[in-house]
């Protein structure tokens, strides 16, 4: 077996470094497709990679904003922080295009879900609406924000309070990964998903 390691320390690093070796290092990602609302009533909807399960009692997910280049809140954070409210929706192949699509840095004046022409559906529990093709949407609260690190980014930790399930992604009750297709960010533009799956047991 080869010995050879590459040894880095990631803050010795510059900015764009830093950034592209952590992102090519902790993969996959899985993505959260996230639906807010302005103030002003403004849907919102983005993508962020930095993102992942927390707790199950009660269900907690953590979501990581980074800032704009001018240190200004991204649309998500700022609608975050004034309201509370979210749906995360677990990005799928079918609407893998739509999801990078509503990256763009559109104006807060602006909705990514009107942009793109994406149904919607009512939330029955918070205020944001739902993505109408999304396998899996998660009606979630803020618990806790906290900035972190010399960005700074802003953690979000998020109870989920309801889920919705797409009854054709569902293996008996509960979801599919080969049926979803979910879809996982890597390093750069790459992605990957959840139809090659296989099993291993776990010692008694
Ligand atoms: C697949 C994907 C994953 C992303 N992950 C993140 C992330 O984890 N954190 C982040 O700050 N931006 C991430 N972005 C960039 C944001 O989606 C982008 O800045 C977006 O314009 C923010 O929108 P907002 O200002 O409407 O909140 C990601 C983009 C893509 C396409």
């Not at 080869?2 to 900015?15: A, G, N, Q, T």
């Not at 930095?50 to 954070?77: A, E, I, N, Q």
């Not at 700074?152 to 979801?175: A, N």
Request: net charge negative.
């Amino acid at each position: 077996m080869s010995e050879s390691h590459r040894s880095l320390i990631p803050s010795d690093l510059d900015r764009a470094g830093r950034y592209h070796l952590m992102t090519s290092c902790v993969v996959p990602r899985p993505i959260a497709w996230t639906s807010t609302l302005s103030s002003s009533g403004i849907s919102n909807l983005a993508p962020f990679s930095f993102f992942g399960g927390v707790s199950s009692d009660p269900w907690t997910v953590m979501l990581s904003v980074g800032r704009r280049r001018d240190g200004s809140y991204k649309d998500t954070s700022q609608n975050l922080i004034d309201n509370s409210e979210a749906v995360i929706h677990i990005s799928t192949r079918e609407n893998e295009r739509e999801m990078v699509a509503s990256s763009a840095g559109l104006d807060p004046e602006e909705s990514e879900i009107d942009f793109l022409q994406l149904a919607t559906f009512p939330s029955i529990d918070v205020a944001p609406p739902r993505i109408a093709t999304a396998a899996i949407a998660m009606e979630s609260r803020v618990v806790q924000h906290q900035e972190v690190g010399n960005g700074p980014i802003d953690l979000f930790l998020l109870e989920v309070i309801r889920v919705h399930l797409r009854e054709d992604v569902l293996d008996k009750d509960l979801p599919d990964a080969a049926k979803m297709g979910a879809v996982g960010r890597l390093g750069g533009t790459g992605y990957c998903d959840t139809t090659a799956t296989y099993e291993i047991d776990r010692p008694h």
